[in-house]
């Protein structure tokens, strides 16, 4: 057999396909290579100020977020499986990363993040891409809200130039802290926070020719500039910027270093992958497409390694840069490789100048950042809406902003499939087919089903038979008078059946034999049937069709015993 003529390989193949590749062999026309070339420009010169400032606001120098946004970013156009996602640093990464740089320093940072990148990797191999598209919405909501509360509380030092040495890195104890130095505000740093905050906010309202958060650098920084006010700056912190790349370096990961950093590097994997599919998922829905997840997760990873390699910090998929570069045009790869590209030579030309950035300006950029983050109009709706979402929502919220990221997902995740089975074994319900003395049914009625026999009961089963609800139907069952020598269990809406589920029917037939009654199951659906055969007590005896066929073998039987008794 020829190998490129079977579907499952090129199927394989095609998954693990680059879009870039793909977009290559199926051409790309003059047209839109050119809206991709200006869309990449903008998005560049979107992400200038981000980078800087997620970098900034990760406890890391601001250098390294502009070659995360060009490795990362290069990487992930040029290898991704989304037509239009821009890859780079992100405001969710900055609570992670600053908790790791804070307990591990820099080099701690640079090797988790070197190996989230093949864990990253590694599930996208595994196509855990799908999986990771079932995480619930209102867990997905909770956490990214409570990263944006973390984010504002870590810029209000900043956005209003509070004179405070240290600022802890607890929620509780860094308000606390915060509220008790609010008497040495400073107002010139506050107005350029605040300026920059409205110009982020709302220029886009008067003009699209430059972005709101590069019009708030280049303002802030000139009047700092000309009027020399005494703000502190970028360069006041940090010292001058690189304005170049350092040469890759490869990290030797040790047993040891690998149980140490384990858990920050499964952080950055977990994070980095529901964000990229997030964004791509979005992206896809503004430009009609499909992406495809396993190869982005693969590019996700991919990029992830590099950045650590030149020095960089985690790359991931980012929402509001992607939304950007389609409203602006881009449909193909290539406008994130301009990107890229564009942000290096920004760097390489221009990187001294971002010295003189006030500290204040991207700390209202980044106040803007958190508040677009936040889904405040779902949050507000699951208030008044159910109150399991609200509660998966409100404890995954609480437990990233007091505790941590990682946690609250891992709680949020287990909160939420315990509500999840609840809400199955809710509606999973077992009832009498025919209601006594009323002769009403619970599903469609029957003739036969009216007009049947009184020794034979017949019970509906309806919903998933899993274990969270499996324990009801044999206590109903054990209910039964003695009346009753046939029990029919009509299984036509069962859906599936699990491990206890298949236990719970083994017991209630041995039981029903015990009792001296004949048990038959009808209307089971193929997968349901399919897994039933696999367990040596279901006998073809106990498999009838349809209502019809235990009446036939009823009387079949009861014609044999008249029979052997005459």
Known sequence: MNPSSDPSRNSIMGEFMPKFFSLLKEGISKEQLRKDILAGLIVGVVALPLAIAFAIASGVSPEKGLITAIIGGLVVSLFGGSRVQIGGPTGAFIIIVFGIVQKYGIEGLTVATFMAGFLIMLMGFLRAGQLLKYFPHTLVVGFTAGIAVVIFSTQV?????????????????????????????????????????????????????????????????????????????????????????????????????????????????????????????????????????????????????????????????AIARTATNVKNGGRTPISGIVHALTLLVIMLVAAPLAGLVPMACLAGILVVVAYN????????????????????????????????????????????????????????????????????????????????????????????????????????????????????????????????????????????????????????????LHELEQHAWFTPELHAEDLAEVLRRRNVAAESKKGSST
């Open 157 to 317: 030092k900043d956005l209003f130039g509070l004179d405070i040495a240290d600022v802890p890195a607890d929620f509780v104890e860094k308000w606390v802290v915060l509220v008790t130095n609010l008497s040495t505000i400073d107002p010139v740093a506050t107005t350029l926070g605040i300026v920059s905050m409205v110009l982020s906010l709302y220029l886009s309202r008067f003009t699209k020719v430059i972005p709101g958060p590069l019009a708030a650098i280049l303002i802030c920084t000139a009047a700092v500039y000309f009027l020399d006010l005494p703000v502190e700056t970028i360069g006041s912190r940090f010292g001058a910027i690189s304005a170049s790349i350092p040469m890759p370096e490869f990290h030797f990961v040790d047993m040891a270093t690998m149980r140490e950093l384990i858990q920050p590097a499964i952080a950055i994997a977990l994070l980095g992958g529901i964000e990229s599919l997030l964004s791509a998922v979005v992206a896809d829905g503004m430009i009609g497409g499909r992406h495809r997840s396993n190869m982005e997760l693969v590019a996700q990873g991919g990029a992830n390694v590099l950045s650590s390699m030149f020095g960089g910090i985690p790359v991931t998929g």
């Open 373 to 528: 983050m936040g889904e405040w109009s779902y949050f507000r709706n699951a208030i008044k809406g159910n109150r399991y979402d609200l509660a998966v929502l409100l404890v995954t919220f609480g437990i990233t902003v007091l505790f941590d990221l990682v946690l609250a997902i891992e709680v949020g995740m287990v909160l939420a499939a315990f509500i999840f089975m609840k809400r199955m074994a809710d509606v999973t319900d077992l009832q009498p087919a025919i209601s006594e003395g009323s002769g009403s049914t619970t599903r469609e009625v029957s003739e036969e089903l009216k007009h049947l026999p009184k020794d034979i009961q017949v019970f509906e089963i309806t919903g998933p038979l899993f274990f969270g609800a499996a324990l009801r139907f044999q206590q109903v069952l054990a209910e039964m008078n003695d009346k009753h020598r046939v029990v029919v269990l009509r299984m036509k809406y069962v859906p599936l059946i699990d491990a206890t589920g298949i236990k719970r029917l083994e017991d209630i037939v041995k039981g029903m034999h015990a009792r001296k009654r004949t048990v038959y199951l009808t209307g089971i659906t193929p997968p349901v």
